[in-house]
């Protein structure tokens, strides 16, 4: 079974500056997909940025991007120029290449922007 | 487009009540997700459909838990008899199938309370 891992349960960061967000994942699967998520306090869920396997080339989303590290199974997400609304959880997801098949998530990561 | 509905939007019921919880995915979608997301046990995945069929119920926590999809633009989780340990968020989410990354689009979710 696929499992994802957030190290960092709170992260806080200063307006204007960059953070980064820690996710691993276990798999053995060759194919699959990545995404990170956030989840304001409104509770909706919403879909940042993601990865395919099988792409070298790091996601980019404005100031969203993630460092995808296929090998060390690793899929951090970098926000730049934090801001005030960028405040919420983020969880990393892990879906299957095989077909319409389920999200597996890490545990989230608070993410706290100081003014 | 109106996205992912769900209904109840709040539910507060008694232990040993039924509880219904509702989802109307995307038009043209083909794929259903329910999922559950507890301070405890984080985001999980209960069950999918596909084409209206149940795939994967493997995440299901027991049998007090039952999912429907009796068309393309209606699904049920039931829940007989609730227990205080189901309070929690339920999501449902929406995909089209075959078209790459299948991104899976959520609904607001039913927060359920059961005393």
């Known amino acids: 079974a696929q499992t994802v891992t957030q190290s960092q349960p709170e992260m806080s960061v200063q307006e204007a500056e960059t953070v980064t967000l820690s996710c691993t994942y276990d798999t053995s699967e060759s194919d699959y997909y990545l995404f990170w998520y956030k989840q304001p306090p409104s509770r909706q869920m919403i879909l940042v940025i993601r990865?395919?396997?099988?792409?070298?080339q790091n996601a980019t989303e404005n100031r969203f991007s993630v460092n995808f590290q296929k090998a060390a199974k690793s899929f951090s997400l970098k926000i730049s120029d934090s801001q005030l609304g960028d405040a919420a959880m983020y969880f990393c997801?892990?879906?299957?290449?095989?077909?319409?098949?389920?999200?597996?998530f890490g545990k989230g990561t608070h993410l706290i922007i100081q003014p | 487009d109106a996205g992912v509905i769900q209904s109840p939007r709040h539910e507060v019921t008694e232990m040993g009540q039924e509880v219904t919880l509702r989802c109307k995915p995307i038009?043209?979608?083909?794929?259903l997700f329910w999922y559950r997301q507890t301070m405890m046990r984080g985001l999980e995945l209960l069950i999918y459909f596909n084409n209206n069929v149940p795939i994967d119920d493997s995440g299901m926590p027991e049998d007090r838990f039952s999912a429907k999809m009796p068309n393309a633009s209606f699904s049920t989780l039931k829940i007989q008899p609730s227990e205080p340990r189901d309070s929690a968020v339920y999501f449902c989410a929406s995909s089209v199938e075959g078209q790459g990354y299948n991104e899976q689009f959520f609904g607001p979710g039913t927060r359920l309370t059961v005393l």
């Open positions: 990865q395919e396997a099988y792409k070298q």
């Open positions: 038009s043209g979608h083909n794929s």
């Open positions: 997801a892990y879906r299957g290449g095989g077909g319409a098949d389920g999200l597996t």
